[in-house]
């Protein structure tokens, strides 16, 4: 039982929930970008992360519920010290089990996921079930109500970051305001207001705020976070962070963390370029989407053609790359635009199309590897043109998960170009086109006098290419699933392949999986498992509805905000909403409206996919909203009589627990296996089943 300190009031506890909704979503959003940063952001990991945070914020809300400590200044104290603590932790985790550049397996990536969030998510549990007491004691609010202020709290920090995030302010700035922001509550509202110590005390934190920004800490951030490079400069974009290096004399720019170019990189480029502008006859207008745009633009000058069109969505990426159009004596065309709508829209046809983008390693990325995104591209190449993709790295050995990888893109190919062949080199490429080419690179470097280091005759064998172009063609599988936008295959194969080059990582990732599937269900109540299975459906229906985002719109980093503003307005609403009459809705009315909610949203999946622009953006986004109000609703008819908060605590954290579930079995599995509609379906199963084995007291 909640028992108030001195100086508490009613107009403390409804603001505290308000702050504690508003820092721990604008935590978990920022913590979260870091962690996809650091990790590749593919969807196991993704899912691991939400997971993690909500499996160990259930566990806090269990640990109030069967705790006496209540004193909510200390508690306040505690959970703003918790966010200094797990920052900390990431710091010190990453630089441990990671070097600059490298891409932690997925043993790693979880460790430092689950171990970082301990502190702040704990804190963050516990502190939000007190509030719930506190305020049922001293404001007679009813656990909804006291959920519906926290996630209101949440619905404007959703707001407030997709604004900042959109390059007004780097992550380390953010941090640092909510940091000092938390502890200033922590430390001023209990202070006697109009006091000497309260004046000081905001001029003090005003002062450590502005000199935090105007000083800039990302530079320290990210040198703390990458020790072995001397950090020149860095920047936060919507998709991702932007970093210049340096090591020794030699520059470097990674992307998320990871090595996108440097001074010498000869092989790479030089691959990245001449093995699709070689067999083109004149390329006089060429499609380069993403990729380093200075050190491609030297590579392509030796073709002397009349217009290169440059498509790349990040506008930190083009600016940290930017050079002079003055330098060149043909015409630059910058598209800030995504490349998947651009391409679609566009009438001016190319000679070839070069997509520099990273493998098809997220639900995001896989749309630029989909048959749709091929035949788009198809449309937009002049006859004998060329297409070349790279789907991933280049192994000597392909097991089974690679080779399922790359049949899949292969067969995807093969459904749009009559000509496609691997070429093997840093990355393994896919060089597409309507018209037969040649792969003898050397002696085509020769016959246009193209003078280059690498793709030459001094180091590379047509013979040997043209060897294993075959062998690599003789081990893919026509028979493998297609990739397509609706059912992105290549994105599960990827995360295969990719665990499968560590030893035991594949049956470690379904173990955990598995594990916290099987404990966060066990240590449910069975009155509880119907919000268990509602949750988790709304987390996966998140991820579907942000994946629609990324396949309509191309914004989905940018949107995320947007979506989970609206998630929060609908749980904010629904349980905070209070009807005249009480009986109107029970749980199991609820549950049926979610369930053909659900079916009558994978129904209409087609038509929606089709819509685009404004209109699409206002559609999907609130498409969340209905489903998100019935679950929090549902919370608040679970808990509606609680008087101790211990069935506040149970139902919170069946809430939590099943969310994390929701995520990992969407994002990582269902999604990209079964597709979206499926997925969709699969939704109201869940749902359906918390109404079968939901015990006795669902009415």
């Excluded at 990458?226 to 470097?252: C, Q, W």
């Amino acid at each position: 039982m909640y028992s108030p300190g001195p100086g508490e009031n009613n107009r403390n506890i409804s603001l505290n929930l308000f702050i504690v909704g508003f820092v721990s979503t604008s935590v978990q959003l920022l913590f979260m970008r870091e962690i996809m940063n650091l990790t590749g952001g593919y969807e196991l990991v993704t899912g691991i992360f939400l997971g993690s945070w909500l499996t160990v914020s259930a566990a806090g809300s269990v640990l109030a519920g069967r705790s006496r400590f209540s004193d909510l200044r200390l508690i306040n104290l505690l959970f703003a010290l918790s966010l200094f603590l797990s920052l900390f932790l990431l710091v010190i985790l990453t630089r441990i089990m990671t070097g600059p550049g490298e891409t932690p397996d997925f043993l790693k990536s979880l460790v430092i996921t689950f171990l970082m969030l301990i502190p702040f998510c704990l804190a963050s549990g516990y502190i939000f079930i007190k509030l719930i007491s506190a305020a049922r004691t001293r404001n007679d609010f009813v656990p909804g109500k006291s959920f519906s202020i926290e996630t209101t709290g949440g619905i404007l920090a959703g707001f407030i970051f997709s604004i900042l995030t959109s390059g007004l302010l780097n992550t380390g700035q953010i941090l640092v305001v909510i940091l000092v922001s938390s502890m200033a509550y922590a430390l001023l509202a209990y202070l006697p207001p109009g006091s000497i110590s309260d004046y000081l005390s905001r001029c003090l934190i005003a002062v450590i705020t502005a000199g935090a920004l105007i000083a800039g800490p990302d530079v320290l951030l990210r040198q703390m976070l990458m020790p072995g490079i001397r950090v020149a400069d860095t920047k936060d974009t919507p998709y991702g962070n932007i970093t210049k290096g340096l090591y020794g004399e030699e520059e470097s720019i990674y992307y998320n963390q990871r090595l996108l170019s440097y001074s010498e990189d000869a092989v790479e480029r030089e691959e990245n370029i001449h093995y699709a502008l070689l067999p083109v006859k004149n390329p006089e207008k060429i499609l380069l989407v993403s990729g380093n745009l200075s050190s491609c633009l030297t590579e392509i000058e030796k073709y002397n053609p009349e217009k290169v069109i440059y498509v790349e969505n990040d506008p930190g990426l083009i600016e940290m790359t930017a050079v002079s159009k003055d330098a060149f004596s043909f015409n630059i065309d910058i598209e800030m635009r995504d490349a998947g709508k651009y391409i679609r829209e566009t009438k001016e046809k190319t000679d070839a199309v070069i997509v520099l983008l990273p493998p098809p390693s997220t639900l995001a990325l896989n749309r630029y590897y989909t048959s749709e995104f091929f035949a788009h591209i198809r449309n937009i190449i002049n006859p004998g043109g060329i297409f070349m993709c790279s789907p991933g790295s280049y192994d000597f050995y392909m097991n089974r998960e690679s080779v399922l990888l790359y049949s899949s893109v292969y067969n995807s190919l093969k459904e749009v170009f009559t000509y496609v062949r691997p070429v093997a080199g840093h990355k393994l490429y896919f060089i597409s086109s309507d018209s037969e080419f040649s792969l003898s690179f050397s002696g085509m470097t020769e016959e246009k006098q193209i003078n280059n280091i690498y793709v030459s005759p001094d180091f590379l064998s047509d013979d040997l290419i043209e060897l294993k172009s075959n062998e690599i063609l003789s081990v893919l599988d026509e028979n493998v699933k297609k990739n397509r936008s609706a059912s992105p295959i290549a994105c599960f194969y990827y995360q295969s392949y990719n665990l499968s080059r560590y030893p035991h990582a594949k049956t470690l990732a379904v173990a955990v999986s598995v594990i916290i599937f099987a404990l966060s269900l066990l240590t449910i109540r069975r009155k509880n498992i119907l919000m268990y299975f509602t949750a988790s459906s709304l987390a996966g229906f998140e991820i579907i509805i942000l994946l629609i985002l990324q396949i309509t719109i191309g914004n989905m980093y940018q949107l995320t905000g947007m979506v989970i503003a609206s998630l929060m307005t609908g749980l904010a609403a629904g349980s905070g909403f209070q009807r005249r009459y009480a009986g109107t809705f029970h749980a199991r009315t609820l549950s049926l409206i979610l369930i053909i909610y659900y079916m009558l949203f994978a129904a209409c999946i087609k038509p929606l996919m089709t819509v685009t622009g404004t209109a699409g953006i206002i559609l999907i986004t609130a498409a969340v909203f209905p489903p998100s109000f019935i679950t929090g609703h549902l919370f608040r008819i679970l808990t509606v009589h609680d008087s101790e908060g211990s069935v506040s605590s149970s139902v919170y954290s069946a809430d939590l627990a099943g969310s994390a579930v929701g995520f990992i079995l969407v994002s990582a599995i269902m999604v990209p296996v079964f597709g979206i509609a499926v997925s969709i379906i699969f939704l109201s199963a869940l749902i359906l089943t918390g109404m079968l084995f939901g015990g006795n007291k669902i009415k």
